[in-house]
């Protein structure tokens, strides 16, 4: 079991473009959520899926989408990348239902915008 | 007033110490509430959780709430080097799964 894998873990964008970073799990969790850390901010929620063909905004949605086509694999699009976009973003997973809310966290991807 | 604050340190200890982290929340309609543990560039895992008011015991690690004050701790007797991590509280403000976080302590734990 690979948990929750993502992709990549490290990249350098310029301002205005584009990318995609992927989050794919192995656990059938049905939950799936984008967050966002900056130091001393905690976790900030982006996006986040219930579902396969829904998704829904968390706290802080601009300037990104997200798409949910399979249970495994939520990807977040970056369009237009601004420096307050720099940023490190989790990836997670739950088990649906569960009132303890235990997320099961990625590595991570560390995003700068230069 | 947010919704969840947390010191965020840093904090630094020697081993040995017993270290307190402590969170305030604002709605006291929070019923389950939870410590995750971050090891530098890991993700966040979950350490414990506890319903309602009392303790949780899990080895050296005691998480404590008292909803009178809307106020957690967890705490950790005999630190360890290995303790060093960032503590964040996080608590589910509804049955999709959604946390709101605490913005985490830095804990150092020296030899």
């Known amino acids: 079991n690979a948990g929750v894998t993502q992709t990549p873990k490290f990249r350098i964008l310029k301002i205005g473009q584009s990318m995609t970073l992927q989050c794919t799990q192995d656990?059938?969790?049905?939950?799936m959520y984008w967050y966002r850390q900056d130091p001393g901010m905690g976790l900030k929620l982006i996006y986040y899926?219930?579902?396969?063909?829904?998704?829904d905004k968390g706290e802080v949605p601009n300037g990104y989408n997200v798409s949910r086509s399979t249970t495994e694999d939520f990807p977040l699009r970056l369009e237009l990348a601004a420096p307050s976009q720099t940023s490190v973003y989790f990836c997670?997973?739950?088990?649906?239902?569960?009132?303890?809310?235990?997320?099961?966290f990625g590595e991570g991807s560390r995003l700068t915008v230069l | 007033q947010k919704e969840v604050e947390q010191d965020p340190g840093p904090l630094s200890v020697p081993e040995g110490a017993i270290v307190s982290l402590n969170c305030t929340y604002s709605?006291?309609?929070?019923?389950?509430f939870m410590w995750y543990r971050q090891y530098s560039r890991k993700g966040p895992e979950l350490l414990m959780y506890?319903?309602?008011?009392g303790n949780k015991e899990d080895g050296r690690f005691t998480a404590q709430v008292d909803k009178s004050s809307k106020y957690i701790s967890l705490f950790i007797r005999d630190s360890q080097p290995s303790d060093s991590a960032t503590y964040l509280c996080?608590?589910?403000?509804?049955?999709?799964?959604?946390?709101?976080f605490g913005q985490g302590t830095e804990l150092s734990v020296k030899p």
């Open positions: 656990m059938n969790h049905n939950y």
């Open positions: 997670a997973s739950s088990v649906p239902g569960t009132k303890t809310g235990e997320l099961f």
């Open positions: 506890t319903y309602s008011s």
């Open positions: 996080a608590i589910p403000y509804n049955q999709g799964g959604k946390l709101i």
């Open positions: 709605n006291s309609a929070f019923q389950y």
């Open positions: 899926s219930v579902g396969a063909g829904i998704t």
